[in-house]
């Protein structure tokens, strides 16, 4: 009879074992990384100076009363090998009827501004600085008709709030006449749910 026990509880105790071995790690770092034109793009990792943690400035949130979802980061500090290059700068995907994991294609910016253009389409928005071949200054650039991209979710987990994916575009500098290439992009965020738009 104290075999059977001990073989029940060695049995309950191997169950427990792979049962918590198979669970996803959801420890792993956030972030938020692309190609730009080829040259390395990821979000800031700063030290919050209330907190002395490391913040990653990029940021996920979903509004579930209008299915609009947004993705962003931003990058704001130079490096000794591109003092003046594309470190710097923000980018933004805005996915309209979001409907979890899938892939959305990523069109004409509402050049209005926020209101019933913005319910069409989803797109994508970036504001860089470049120092050559322009001088050093601030250019928007945002996905057209004839300039798009795909965002792909492949996580979006309600109960830890983690979204995760993968995305690719052309931006049209419109003062430029320029197109940017963003490719490999990829991310792992906690999001926020969050009204978003008005």
Same mark, same amino acid.
């Given at each position: 009879?104290?075999?059977?026990?001990?073989?029940?509880?060695?049995?309950?105790?191997?169950?427990?074992?792979?049962?918590?071995?198979?669970?996803?790690?959801?420890?792993?770092?956030?972030?938020? !990384?692309?190609?730009?034109?080829? %040259?390395?793009? *990821?979000?800031?990792?700063?030290? !919050? $100076?209330?907190?002395?943690?490391?913040?990653?400035?990029?940021? /996920?949130?979903?509004?579930?009363? !209008?299915?609009?979802?947004?993705?962003?980061?931003?990058?704001?500090?130079?490096?000794?090998?591109?003092?003046?290059?594309?470190?710097?700068?923000?980018?933004?995907?805005?996915?309209?009827?979001?409907?979890? %994991?899938?892939?959305?294609?990523?069109?004409?910016?509402?050049?209005?501004?926020?209101?019933?253009?913005?319910?069409?389409?989803?797109?994508?928005?970036?504001?860089?600085?470049?120092?050559?071949?322009?001088? /050093?200054?601030?250019?928007?650039?945002?996905?057209?008709?004839?300039?798009?991209?795909?965002?792909?979710?492949?996580?979006?987990?309600?109960?830890?709030?983690?979204?995760?994916? *993968?995305?690719?575009?052309? /931006? $049209?500098?419109?003062?430029?006449? +320029? +197109? /940017?290439?963003?490719?490999?992009?990829?991310?792992?965020?906690?999001?926020?749910?969050?009204?978003?738009?008005?």
């Amino acid at each position: 009879m104290k075999t059977k026990h001990y073989i029940l509880i060695a049995f309950a105790a191997l169950l427990l074992f792979f049962q918590g071995s198979c669970k996803k790690d959801d420890t792993r770092p956030f972030y938020l !990384s692309c190609k730009i034109n080829g %040259e390395k793009w *990821e979000a800031l990792k700063y030290e !919050s $100076l209330l907190s002395n943690k490391h913040v990653l400035a990029a940021r /996920a949130y979903y509004d579930p009363d !209008s299915a609009w979802l947004q993705i962003g980061g931003s990058r704001s500090v130079k490096t000794p090998s591109q003092p003046d290059s594309y470190m710097r700068g923000g980018m933004t995907i805005n996915i309209i009827d979001f409907d979890g %994991e899938g892939s959305y294609n990523l069109k004409e910016h509402p050049r209005g501004g926020v209101g019933i253009s913005v319910l069409l389409k989803s797109w994508a928005w970036m504001e860089i600085v470049y120092a050559v071949p322009f001088p /050093a200054s601030e250019y928007p650039a945002f996905t057209t008709d004839e300039y798009t991209g795909v965002c792909t979710i492949t996580r979006f987990d309600t109960n830890n709030q983690i979204i995760e994916g *993968e995305f690719h575009f052309d /931006a $049209l500098h419109w003062d430029q006449d +320029v +197109v /940017a290439n963003v490719t490999a992009g990829k991310f792992r965020l906690d999001y926020e749910i969050k009204e978003i738009g008005n």
